[in-house]
């Protein structure tokens, strides 16, 4: 059997879905937290474990009888012991294969989200040392963040930013997941690292024309004061943690820390990735362009 954890997360949930496509509903377990959002997946005759990253004996309850397992990275404060936690109770129930999410960047170090994502790349250090069969999935930034970072009123303003000419290879959570459910079906991705990205680099000044050819409506991306954008996001009502995040990603781009291509996401779906203008008409919920 297989174990998604997250199963109910856009990451977890694409998983889910993808191997429901091509391997029967019996051999899935689903781990989330809460049981009504994952009633949907026990109607389709998925097993669902309940349980978190911080309790142990529910995790080892959830790998009873599980061969491999998908660890969606967690988005909690206690990000690395949870993993940590995850880790153990794989290793204690013999699991055959982990699958990991971690993230893509040049450098890590020198990286302005550093505070918040160095425990992603210290718990693959922790699953080389388990001893386990691993398979680690680098992803780069999710198509699925632009509208956060564009803002609610992206059709009106524009899209202002920090985030200088940088670029980033977008790629869909969807996408992702089906990528990961992939390597979960077959052989031959045994202790190997995927680079997860789009097919191209994209500025923000590429998601603006993208957005207007999609709308029809002029959409200018902005490059605004580095200083003055963590006031402007809370002026707005955005939480601390929220502004934080979004503030050093856009550094980041800035700094070029994601401009890295691979064709490894092509090869795990066996087809190009959805392009910039397909991402954004589907995490803006385009159902046609307006004129």
Same mark, same amino acid.
């Given at each position: 059997?297989?174990?998604?954890?997250?199963?109910?997360?856009?990451?977890? +949930?694409?998983?889910?879905?993808?191997?429901?496509?091509?391997?029967? !509903?019996?051999?899935?377990?689903?781990?989330?937290?809460?049981?009504?959002?994952?009633?949907?997946?026990?109607?389709?005759?998925?097993?669902?474990?309940?349980?978190? &990253?911080?309790?142990?004996?529910?995790?080892?309850?959830?790998? =009873?009888?599980?061969?491999?397992?998908?660890?969606?990275?967690?988005?909690?404060?206690?990000?690395?012991?949870?993993?940590?936690?995850?880790?153990?109770?794989?290793?204690?129930?013999?699991?055959?294969?982990?699958? &990991?999410?971690?993230?893509?960047?040049?450098?890590?170090?020198? !990286?302005?989200?550093?505070?918040?994502?160095?425990?992603? /790349?210290? /718990?693959?250090?922790?699953?080389?040392? +388990?001893?386990?069969?691993? /398979?680690?999935?680098?992803?780069?930034?999710?198509?699925?963040?632009?509208?956060?970072?564009?803002?609610?009123?992206?059709?009106?303003?524009?899209?202002?930013?920090?985030?200088?000419?940088?670029? !980033?290879?977008?790629?869909?959570?969807?996408?992702?997941?089906?990528?990961?459910?992939?390597?979960?079906? =077959?052989?031959?991705?045994?202790?190997?690292?995927?680079?997860?990205?789009?097919?191209?680099? &994209?500025?923000?000044?590429?998601?603006?024309?993208?957005?207007?050819?999609? +709308?029809?409506?002029?959409?200018?991306?902005?490059?605004?004061?580095?200083?003055?954008?963590?006031?402007?996001?809370?002026?707005?009502?955005?939480?601390?943690?929220?502004? =934080?995040?979004?503030?050093?990603?856009?550094?980041?781009?800035?700094?070029?820390?994601?401009?890295?291509?691979?064709?490894?996401?092509?090869?795990?779906?066996?087809?190009?990735?959805?392009?910039?203008?397909? +991402?954004?008409?589907?995490?803006?919920?385009?159902?046609?362009?307006?004129?």
């Amino acid at each position: 059997m297989i174990l998604v954890t997250g199963a109910t997360g856009n990451l977890g +949930s694409a998983a889910v879905s993808q191997l429901l496509k091509n391997t029967a !509903a019996d051999n899935i377990v689903a781990f989330a937290r809460d049981e009504n959002k994952a009633k949907n997946l026990k109607e389709k005759g998925v097993a669902v474990r309940i349980g978190s &990253y911080d309790n142990m004996s529910s995790l080892e309850l959830a790998m =009873q009888g599980v061969e491999k397992v998908l660890l969606i990275s967690s988005n909690g404060q206690t990000r690395l012991q949870q993993h940590k936690n995850v880790l153990a109770a794989a290793k204690k129930a013999r699991i055959k294969h982990i699958i &990991y999410t971690g993230i893509l960047m040049k450098n890590i170090e020198t !990286a302005a989200i550093r505070p918040f994502m160095e425990d992603l /790349t210290k /718990t693959e250090d922790y699953i080389r040392e +388990s001893g386990m069969t691993f /398979t680690v999935l680098r992803n780069t930034l999710y198509a699925g963040g632009n509208p956060l970072y564009a803002g609610e009123k992206v059709f009106e303003t524009g899209i202002n930013l920090p985030a200088g000419n940088g670029k !980033a290879p977008f790629a869909l959570r969807r996408e992702m997941g089906e990528a990961a459910a992939n390597i979960l079906l =077959q052989k031959g991705h045994e202790n190997k690292v995927y680079e997860i990205t789009g097919s191209e680099l &994209y500025s923000y000044k590429d998601v603006a024309d993208a957005l207007s050819s999609l +709308s029809g409506k002029t959409i200018n991306y902005t490059n605004i004061d580095p200083a003055a954008f963590p006031s402007k996001l809370k002026e707005i009502g955005l939480p601390e943690i929220v502004v =934080q995040l979004v503030t050093r990603f856009s550094e980041d781009v800035k700094n070029h820390q994601f401009e890295i291509v691979t064709n490894h996401l092509e090869k795990l779906l066996g087809r190009k990735p959805a392009s910039l203008k397909e +991402s954004l008409k589907e995490v803006f919920g385009f159902v046609h362009s307006v004129a």
